[in-house]
Nanobody, 115 residues
Framework: QVQLVESGGGLVQPGGSLRLSCVAS????????MAWYRQAPGKQRELVAA???????SYEDSVKGRFTISRDVAKNTVYLQMNSLSAEDTAVYYC?????????WGQGTQVTVSS
């Protein structure tokens, strides 16, 4: 089993930045495909960024060039650096770990972009 705990969300002005963290316990993230999803009010949860067990990142089109996913294997932590934030980025952000049929989620962290 994997336990995931997100942090780093909050209120930020348009154009600002935030860095989300996801600390994993119970298993090393190096063997998991990790991802960040988000869910805005009234919308479906969507994939934002992912990093494979081999370290390859990928991004949803609307965040390319603004968001960066990374991991620190020694700290068992995955990060999502978010720059140039806009109101459309407002959502609850969830950390996810997948491997074969195993699929784990964190509790989510709220990101609100507003002036």
């Amino acid at each position: 089993q994997v336990q995931l705990v997100e942090s780093g969300g909050g209120l930020v002005q348009p154009g600002g930045s935030l860095r989300l963290s996801c600390v994993a316990s119970g298993s090393g993230i190096i063997i998991w495909n990790m991802a960040w999803y988000r869910q805005a009010p009234g919308k479906q949860r969507e994939l934002v960024a992912a990093i494979t067990s081999g370290g390859r990142p990928s991004y949803e089109d609307s965040v390319k060039g603004r968001f960066t996913i990374s991991r620190d294997v020694a700290k068992n932590t995955v990060y999502l650096q978010m720059n140039s934030l806009s109101a459309e980025d407002t959502a609850v952000y969830y950390c996810n770990a997948k491997r074969a049929s195993a699929d784990y989620w964190g509790q989510g962290t709220q990101v609100t972009v507003s002036s």
